[in-house]
């Protein structure tokens, strides 16, 4: 509600009667563009109390604005501003108003990001959306997750978890997440070597913003996860490019870039790299190691998605061996359930940890401890493990069918691995066929996909993008790969396969 006791002053000295006072105030607020046609007014009672004024007082203006159309009256709603205004018509009502107190843009200097991610073209009326690995939703403990969740805030005791919330995240979900790990990841810590973040994305841009300065060298993949890159280049770091194949980051470039100097940083994503979805072969991992110890340079392991692989048994992180402390691993929950469940975690020395904290505590005091909580339920219970088991084979399902699907539908313009694990797989499409044209004809068609440029790193061009299996089930894969094969072909190019 408008706080009408500012927004209309009374003069009780003035010659004008207080109610025409009040029907002034109100004309010049919808004027203004204040208050808008269609809106509710308090009722007279309520008006009074704001006003400090008699309720008649109030009816009487209320009548003095329904004489001139201002306002009328439904019934059991109560006064509201007209929808045809007496000198203004609706159509021009902003032209008569004042300007809004953000229309214009700001004078002040402040820092621009810049067009970091470059948006999908827009459609019509967009049905399936290819995104670059998402969890489905709609399998996940979504109803056992809100049903913890509204335990915990219905207990007296819920005011403990709002305002008692500890600054690394609850100690149960912690302690759940600490047992996991060791059990899925051969991870040896304690709940000291852990800290919840809102995804794994806050875990990334918080432990470059405690390691990184400006000139920092930070070697990255190419091509490489280009949130990350945005993250550490707003850091003021320099990147350096590893290339990358089939077996992960080229170990080879990075020893030798350590003879010459120390990195400041490595991130690296060796189980399912994004967006590449290629894992970093055993050799390489066990030669890195030894130039993590030897070097000692710290290293973000980001392992999002480990916890989805479909083809043998997955290696364990880096974090697992021996590192001498130098491994900050994150991981994410999200992508276990679903995009609005926002955790993820960082696991690194304590003395590291602890800092942490008190970052994440300037970011966001406390995180949403209820849900933490919640969480920390589920994997008490054993629900969170038993739908990781489930959504893994279901996941193993979907990515068969789009592997089958584009073969068999865009095997003359698409190229692809099937990936191990993961929720997306590389797609390279031919050079002849671009993929921001793809992209603005798929748009054109109802389907929403990545331009691809997103993935391009430098003067690196790549023409390709990850298209997420996870999220769509068989019938929504298979429209989206016929709307995709419907739109190449109106493209200049015909030459595709009847």
Known sequence: ????????????????????????????????????????????????????????TVESAYQELFIQDWIEVIPR????????????????????????????????????????????AKGEKLRPVINDGFPDPRIAPIDQLLREYRRLFNQSSYKRFIMMGDQAGS???????????????????????????????????????MIIRPGSMVLVGQPNYFMADAIFRQFGARLVRVPMDENGMDVDFIETFCSRQKPDLLYIIPHHHHPTTVTLSGERRMRLLRLIEQHRFPVIEDDYDYDFHYAGGPILPLASAAHRGNVI???????????????????????FIEQAAQLRRMIDVRGDSL?????????????MQKHLKRSVKLYHQR?????????????????????????????????????????????????????GRMYDADDQRYNALRIGFASMNEKELEEAVILLRQSIRILPHRNLKP
């Not at 927004?7 to 808008?36: E, F, K, M, S």
């Not at 007279?44 to 309720?55: D, E, Y």
């Not at 003359?412 to 993961?422: A, C, W, Y």
Request: hydrophobic share 45%.
């Open 77 to 120: 709603r109560g006064p509201q501003v007209s929808q045809r205004l007496p000198e203004i018509k609706p159509q021009d009502f902003k032209e008569f108003g004042t300007a809004g107190a953000y229309s214009n843009n700001a004078s002040f200097p402040f820092y621009d990001f810049g067009p970091m991610v470059p948006l999908p």
């Open 171 to 209: 100690v149960n979900l912690r302690t759940a997440i600490t047992q996991f790990l060791s059990e899925t990841r051969g991870l040896t810590l304690t709940t000291d070597n852990i800290l919840i973040t809102r995804g794994a994305q806050m875990a990334i841009f918080m432990a470059a913003r």
């Open 329 to 351: 691993y994150i991981g994410s929950l999200t992508k276990s359930i679903a995009p609005p469940i926002r955790i993820g975690y960082m696991i690194a020395p304590a003395n």
């Open 1 to 56: 509600m408008l706080p009408f006791q500012t927004l209309i002053i009374i003069n009780r000295a003035a010659a004008i009667p207080v109610y025409q006072q009040i029907a002034n105030g109100l004309i010049r607020l919808i004027r203004d563009g204040i208050i808008q046609p269609g809106a509710g007014l308090p009722g007279s009672r309520q008006m009074a109390s704001l006003l400090g004024v008699h309720r008649k």
């Open 399 to 451: 990515r068969d069918i789009l592997c089958s699907l584009l073969e068999h539908e865009l095997g003359d313009v698409v190229s692809f691995q099937k990936p191990q694990g993961g929720l997306a797989l590389w797609a390279r499409f031919r050079e002849d066929y671009p993929l921001p044209a793809i992209a603005a004809a798929a748009a054109r068609n109802g389907l929403m996909i990545s331009d």
């Open 371 to 383: 849900l933490e909580e919640a969480l920390a339920s589920l994997f008490k219970g054993g629900e």
